[in-house]
């Protein structure tokens, strides 16, 4: 198969392009990636030496239509795995610009050129996010109302619509996969895990946002990478599935959890003020994509947080060199705002 990966330089495309090779021979990735503040080509270079013949980078935007058509003829494209977004809650809080021109704008263009350029399916990557808030009971299915609380979130629901909209109007065939929280090698250190990690390790404050009883359920990454091939070989055109990890924890216990792995002490954590908007929780009902794809969740939280955390230690190089002269100046001024 000849699949275009978009947002392959992030932290799930990545996982998802090294994973796929690894275990496709007949497969070759394009992987359109523009290379924001959250994506690292440095991420895949065992790949770009491992896959001369079968792995191809390419930079560029997902709402660049006229590239896009000109990869799905050359490389003879036949599927799209939309991964690309801009997708931190907290920025999208403080600019949402940028969300709603890739994530929305972006995506449609995309979608609009995967139709029209002969690609037979397009598989686009969502979030538990768009669903919005649990109480304390209860989990999403994926008929539960969309109900978006940040513009991070809206504008994903927003993609969501114009592509079930592409298979509803066109025919077109589009899978929709919703997923909660990811973790593991290669996340953006301003996502909680690595974040804390990145601090702990400093002896610096942990901030944790507003009493800490925020509840996220937390899924190994590569078990999010093989739900989308999942959705990918076997999704049936025009459904949405839903991935999770099983393990719902309030943020406090992961922080808890990471400090202690650390050999670091709680008197780091410091409580903050809250999210604006901040959704208290989210659970998965994924019986749908066990089901209908044969999805489970193979990691337990105490073995991924542990990889994890061995990661991060193996790999001090590659978290100090993604943080850039952008990534200090936004986190200085969401944090100083928050102290
Ligand atoms: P990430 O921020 O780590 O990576 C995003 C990648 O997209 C980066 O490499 C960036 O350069 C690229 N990108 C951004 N705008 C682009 C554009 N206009 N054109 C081309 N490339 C562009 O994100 P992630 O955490 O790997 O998330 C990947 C996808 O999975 C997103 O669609 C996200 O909404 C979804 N998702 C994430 C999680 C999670 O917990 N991280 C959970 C569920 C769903
Ligand atoms: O649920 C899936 C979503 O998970 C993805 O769609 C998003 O792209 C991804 O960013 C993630 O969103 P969250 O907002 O849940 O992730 P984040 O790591 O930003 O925060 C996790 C929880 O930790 C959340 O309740 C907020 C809290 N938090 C986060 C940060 C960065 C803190 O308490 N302190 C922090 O400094």
Known sequence: MRLLVTGG?????????????ARHDDLTIVNLDALTYAGNRQSLADVEAA????????????GNAELAHYLFAAHGIEAVVNFAAETHVDRSISDAAPFI?????GTQTLLDAARSGGVRRFV???????Y???????KFREDTPLAPNSPYSASKAGADMLVRAAYETYGYDTVITRCSNNYGPYQFPEKLIPLMFSRAAADE?????????????????????????LALLKGKAGEVYNFGGDA???????????????????????????????????????????????????????????????W????????ESVKSGAYRQFMDSWYGARA
């Not at 021109?101 to 704008?105: D, G, Q």
């Not at 991060?312 to 978290?319: P, Q, T």
């Open 124 to 130: 686009h990557v969502s979030t538990d996010e768009v």
């Open 101 to 105: 021109a890739t994530n929305v704008a």
């Open 205 to 229: 404050p942990l901030p944790v946002y507003g009493d800490g009883l925020n509840v996220r359920d937390w899924i190994f990454v590569t078990d999010h990478c093989r739900g989308v091939e």
């Open 51 to 62: 896959y001369t013949g079968r792995y191809v980078f390419v930079r560029g935007d997902i």
């Open 312 to 319: 991060y230690r193996d790999n001090g190089a590659w978290l």
């Open 9 to 21: 330089c992030g932290f799930i495309g990545s996982n998802f392009i090294r994973d796929m090779l």
């Open 132 to 138: 919005g808030t649990l109480g304390p009971e209860g």
């Open 248 to 310: 719902e924890k309030p943020n406090i216990e992961v922080v808890r959890t990471l400090l202690a792995a650390l050999g670091k002490p709680e008197s780091l954590i410091r409580f903050v003020t809250d999210r604006p908007g901040h959704d208290r929780r989210y659970a998965m009902d994924f019986t749908k994509a066990a089901r209908e794809l044969g999805f489970a969740p193979s990691y337990d939280f105490a073995r991924g947080i542990a990889e994890t955390v061995q």
